[in-house]
């Protein structure tokens, strides 16, 4: 039970720029994982973010893949989620959604609430999922806090309590107070080091020494306001995903962050009770359950090998011990699970619930895999969505179109994008939710299969699985339907329609045909 209540997974989720990665850094800074803090965008320090280690990812300056690294604070043992921010990338941060117990939102000071963040927030609001709200980049021009509350209200549908409040911002900006520990943080712009705390008793001419006499008034009349407009802010709200704290900093700066860290290990959730199709799975079970929501290829150049990320529900896992793969029917064991610190891992004995385990993948993993010791469950909530662009993949080399085949099927199975071969003609479409997942594609066959693939236009809609009690009128769809019917990996039936008009006309005419845009059905 020590274990299970020292654990808080949580994913940091935004719009592209706000500075995700940027604070996922500065937490592992006071995690003591790195040392100095790689700046992101810097091509003078030749480093880039240490959650961005896809050779892609460092020259674009964007995260395309969740990574995982976990570190001690305190009492806790924090494991962090970083998910690409950019929406074509979005279905790894739906799943990676289903993997944690909290979330912290970034938004950016000047640019308010985009439209990336309102979709994740919509996920986050199905799943019931507590989360705390960064406004970053404080040291820069930027909206009125009080407005940006209200935004953040109107637009997540969230009631919000701000925990911490700025002194000034932009140029003018002067630090945070922290509400939640009544006490002052002045700021000093300082990449690497962490500015200090002045305790400091708001009523007093102290204040005056610290920030000035129009500043200080300001700041009362600020929290008096808070204290009327918001009401007291009480964990249990937070923990039941009604109210959303809210914080204020400069992630760049390593402003205002250890604030939200202290806040965040001391309200979030520990593992809660994850929801299987046979029953609720509680984190204090004796028996070990987790299911794989992430699978991720050639993490080591050097190795053509593939990690299944675990994440553990209930019990203790441990190394060589045998479990049963539910959907393949047999038991396995595993030697060399791994903890990680985005691209570094090591070794680990045994994990508890909440933990994010890496298992070495020989192709027996599908994301939405369950493990247990025994016990047939199906963990549910992995959906793969309808993609809405498609490509035929050619190859552009024939000497190696072995190597392609192996890199489209490893990719694939990452769920990266998602793979339909026509019956009409057998060509591969490839779909996906984005334009930019088919150049990540085409580099990474490239760069790390040693495989050319072209892309050719094809003209689809949307494409939709399909099923139906009705076997006449089935055999008869996909009879008129011949040049449009596809199946998917799993072998499913996918109706390919080419437009709007021709998938509702389907649907009209079609009565017993049931037509899903997700593949969990």
């Not at 030749?46 to 892609?56: P, V």
């Not at 937070?238 to 400069?250: D, Q, R």
């Not at 050639?298 to 675990?310: K, L, Q, W």
């Not at 099927?409 to 996906?432: D, H, K, S, Y």
């Amino acid at each position: 039970m020590n274990e299970i209540e020292r654990r808080r997974t949580f994913a940091i989720i935004s719009h592209p720029d706000a500075g995700k990665t940027t604070l996922t850094e500065k937490f592992l800074l006071f995690g003591g994982q790195i040392q100095v803090a790689g700046a992101v965008k810097s091509n003078k320090i030749r480093k880039t973010a240490t959650s961005d280690w896809m050779e892609i990812e460092k020259q674009r300056g964007i995260s395309v893949t969740t990574s995982v690294m976990e570190f001690d604070y305190q009492d806790y043992k924090v494991n962090i989620l970083d998910t690409p921010g950019h929406q074509d990338f979005a279905e790894d941060t739906f799943r990676t959604l289903t993997a944690v117990d909290s979330v912290i939102i970034v938004i950016d000071g000047a640019k308010g609430v985009e439209t990336q963040t309102r979709k994740l927030m919509n996920v986050c609001r199905m799943r019931k999922t507590p989360v705390i709200v960064f406004v970053n980049k404080m040291d820069r021009e930027g909206q009125d806090p009080f407005d940006l509350l209200d935004e953040i209200e109107e637009e997540l549908q969230i009631k919000v309590r701000p925990l911490s409040w700025p002194i000034n911002q932009g140029s003018h900006f002067k630090g945070v107070y922290n509400i939640f520990e009544n006490n002052l943080n002045l700021f000093v712009p300082d990449k690497q080091k962490v500015t200090e705390k002045v305790e400091v008793d708001i009523r007093s001419s102290d204040l005056e020494q610290h920030v000035g006499e129009q500043d200080a008034a300001k700041l009362r009349e600020d929290l008096e306001l808070l204290d009327g407009v918001y009401p007291e802010f009480d964990i249990p709200s937070y923990l039941s995903a009604e109210v959303a704290p809210v914080f204020f900093g400069s992630a760049l700066n390593n402003f205002g962050v250890k604030e939200l860290l202290d806040c965040f290990v001391r309200i979030a959730p520990s593992p809660r009770p994850t929801p299987a199709e046979e029953r609720e799975v509680k984190p204090e079970e004796k028996k070990f359950t987790g299911f794989i929501f992430k699978i991720t290829a050639n993490i080591d150049p050097n190795h053509r090998s593939c990690i299944a990320f675990c994440k553990v529900c209930s019990g203790k896992f441990q190394r060589n011990a045998p479990y049963n793969h539910v959907r393949l029917g047999k038991t396995v064991r595993f030697s060399s699970p791994a903890q990680f610190m985005a691209q570094r891992k090591s070794t680990v004995d045994e994990a508890y619930p909440g933990d994010i385990i890496g298992l070495p993948d020989n192709e027996m993993f599908k994301i939405g895999d369950t493990l247990t010791e025994g016990e047939l469950l199906h963990f549910k909530g992995l959906p793969s969505f309808s993609p809405e662009l498609f490509k035929y993949i050619e190859n552009a080399d024939p000497m190696r179109t072995k190597q392609l085949n192996k890199g489209i099927e490893q990719l694939m199975n990452e769920g990266v994008a998602q793979l339909f071969v026509n019956q009409f003609n057998n060509r591969r479409i490839i779909g996906t939710v984005g334009q930019l997942q088919f150049e990540v594609i085409q580099y990474r066959l490239e760069n790390e299969y040693n495989a050319k693939c072209r892309w050719e236009p094809v003209s689809l809609y949307k494409a939709c699985w399909i099923e139906s009690d009705d076997e006449a009128q089935l055999a008869d769809f996909k009879k008129r339907k011949y040049q449009y019917m596809a199946k998917d990996r799993e072998g499913r039936d996918v109706f390919l329609a080419d437009s709007g008009y021709v998938l509702q006309m389907a649907q009209n005419d079609f009565d017993h045909i049931k037509f899903h845009f997700t593949s969990e059905f």
